[in-house]
């Protein structure tokens, strides 16, 4: 089955050589105008990934964004977006979306990026003992991994579910944030490097100047963190991040 897009944008050009382009690369689209529309479309037949334009009359695309969340639905999102600036493209993020793209793009970066966010549906694997950092056996760093369940330092992450707490407390915990925490809790004790991170969590490697991974490292650890208590998430300057307890 082909998998199934729902696009929202107002510029008609763009919103017909998107639409067009996406089905020649062999998606099912739906192309929609504005926000309302595009809220419509999802609650009636949700699509496989989302991919809004930020700037809608109306409802816009971060709006969007915001009233799925808020409902629990965690369809991959992919923004498109003419506003270049950290803070806009950090906007995009804490609303909820899992990744963006800047106007002008190129359709095939556009392509790669929602075979990336598709990708993500699917559950990440442990990076093996021999692979980056530091560490041994799941038994020396005190992992336990089931089919259905990951624990580490204190964690406990519900795969199926896709529920996690820190001892008794419940995290609120959008579909990056999960699946980046997955990824530190399988691997506690190992130091991952940032492009392996990258690699993992969004399928390419944003580069050197990209603040992604920072802006999502630190909303876990406002999160995670808890007074008194250890903090988890650790920074090895010029590496990446390892997840312990000390």
């Not at 950290?86 to 190129?106: M, S």
């Amino acid at each position: 089955m082909p998998q199934t897009v729902l696009l929202a944008e107002d510029d008609r050009a763009i919103r017909h050589a998107l639409e067009r382009a996406l089905s020649l690369e062999g998606y099912e689209v739906t192309a929609v105008a504005d926000g309302v529309e595009a809220l419509a479309q999802a609650h009636r037949t949700p699509p496989d990934v989302l991919l809004l334009d930020v700037m809608m009359p109306g409802i816009d695309g971060l709006q969007v964004c915001r009233v799925l969340r808020a409902e629990g639905d965690r369809t991959p999102i992919l923004m498109l977006t003419a506003l270049v600036e950290t803070a806009d493209r950090i906007a995009g993020l804490d609303a909820g979306a899992d990744d963006y793209v800047v106007k002008p793009f190129d359709v095939e970066e556009v392509f790669a990026r929602l075979r990336a966010l598709l990708r993500r549906t699917s559950p990440v694997g442990a990076v093996g003992a021999g692979g980056n950092g530091s560490g041994g056996g799941d038994a020396a760093r005190d992992v336990h991994i089931s089919d259905r369940q990951v624990e580490a330092a204190g964690l406990r992450m519900d795969l199926q579910a896709r529920r996690a707490w820190r001892g008794t407390r419940e995290l609120e915990l959008t579909r990056t944030e999960f699946e980046l925490l997955e990824l530190l809790v399988r691997n506690a004790g190992i130091v991952l490097d940032h492009s392996t991170i990258y690699d993992r969590i969004w399928g390419y490697d944003f580069g050197p100047g990209s603040k992604n991974l920072a802006v999502y490292v630190g909303y876990l650890r406002r999160k995670l963190d808890e007074p008194d208590a250890p903090q988890l998430i650790h920074t090895v300057r010029g590496v990446g991040y390892v997840l312990r307890e000390d």
